[in-house]
């Protein structure tokens, strides 16, 4: 989506609340090969949570800055990019419309547009695809299904200036939840539920043959688990931050690092039980799967306890699974997985 120049591009880029993520993805046969992949975390970035302090609010230079560190210490080649913005500054819906030419559906859309994106259009960039048509019912004419998105104008021009100031090319946005479902389901098309957990907050999307159909940001995310452990223990964030990583919800005699955190994951499975009703009330159609990544997918036993708190199928995301790696690797793969997600998705793009 969202296509700027031609290019066989292969950089993916996800600049996190917490972290940058780049990886770097190049042609193998009919597959794509994993080249290299680095990360850069901004420390102290738990220390405040009132979302003014992640690396978006960062100057452009020290952006720039931190994603230069990573391509040298990385060693990372290639100059194509394409980027994520994230779920908080994207739209995104479905629109039903009268089967029509592309060309006239691409007349036609701009108008319709109008009615959902909440912003003036002449400040968005508007993007959408066909999902498909739709089986009419006996006498009513037919439709199609159109994945509508639009990213902020102003947003994709410091990306562009970010990247051109890193001696890179950006080739392409995407959103963020868009990346999650390439990287996630490929070629799978029945409904899951992708439950992303990272620093600031908790996005939770259903996507349903292979397009994201609706979702819901929590703004609840690791940042807001370390301060609470912070809190309770009386201790320094960096302190909290070490000991989230560490013990986790495993059993231990500091139980109450446990209590300190529990109530707030129970707070993400609760709102992701709530989307996936939704979803469910809405379509008459049952959700079996749900898939875990983000950061905080990392944490010692999380997974299996949000598991048992949903109650349905839950898996870690995997999406490594499309794509050729070293299998030297293969000790760091849980982690780079959770991780890199969206970077992975961004990557696996054609341009
Ligand atoms: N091993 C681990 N154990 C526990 N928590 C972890 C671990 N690794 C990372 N985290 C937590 O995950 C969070 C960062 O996740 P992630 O990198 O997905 O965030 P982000 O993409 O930068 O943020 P956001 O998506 O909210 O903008 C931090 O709160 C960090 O403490
Ligand atoms: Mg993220």
Known sequence: MFGLFKSNGNLGIDIGTASIKIVELEKQGA??????????????ASSNTDGKTGILNLPDGDIVWGIK????????KAKDVIASIPAFSTFSTIIEMPYLSEADLAKSIPFEAKKYVPVPLNEVILDWSIIGTKTPEPGKPATVEIFLAS??????????????????????????NSALTRSLLGNDLSPAAIVNI?????????????????NHNYEVGGFEITKSIAKSLNISLEKAEDLKKKFGLTESDENI???????????????????????????????????????????????????????????????????????????????????????????????
């Open 198 to 214: 990272g620093g600031r907050s908790t996005s939770i999307l259903i996507a349903d043959k292979g397009y994201e159909r609706i």
């Open 151 to 176: 990213v902020p104008k102003d947003e994709t021009e410091r990306y562009q200036r970010i990247m051109q100031n890193a001696g890179l090319s950006l080739k392409a946005i995407e959103l963020e």
């Open 257 to 351: 690092i446990n209590e300190a955190m529990i109530h707030l994951i129970d707070m993400m499975a609760f709102e992701t039980k709530k989307t996936i009703s939704a979803y469910e009330e809405k379509t008459k159609q049952k959700i079996l799967k749900v898939i875990l990544v983000g950061g905080m997918v990392n944490m010692p036993n999380f997974a299996e306890y949000f598991k048992q708190k949903l109650g349905l199928q839950t898996i870690i995301g995997n999406p490594m699974a499309r794509i050729v790696y070293p299998q030297t690797l293969t000790p760091v793969l849980p982690e780079l997985s959770s991780t890199f997600a969206v970077a992975l998705g961004l990557a696996m793009r054609e341009i």
């Open 69 to 76: 560190e990573v391509i040298s210490k990385a060693k990372i």
């Open 31 to 44: 597959r794509k090969g994993l080249i290299n992949y680095g990360l850069f975390e901004l420390k102290g």
